[in-house]
C-alpha cells in the first residue's frame, strides 16, 4: 500500500472529494466519480480516496 504525503490529497479527502494522485502527483479533488475517472484515464497510474469508499457508499476500490 501507498502513503500519499501530499497535504492538499488529504485536504481534497477530508472536504468530502474524491481525491486523484497520479504518477506521483496531486491531480486534484473533483464533486463525482465520473469526473475523477474521466481524468485519471489520461495517467498510468493512480490511487484515489474518497471518505464514502471509507464509509461503504461509493462502488470503487481506490487503485486502479
Known sequence: MMVIKSKEFWD????????????????GGFESEEDMIREAKKYKKCYALSKKWLTGEGELPGVF
Open 12 to 27: 481534497a479527502v477530508n472536504e468530502g472529494k474524491y481525491a486523484l494522485f497520479c504518477d506521483g502527483n496531486f491531480i
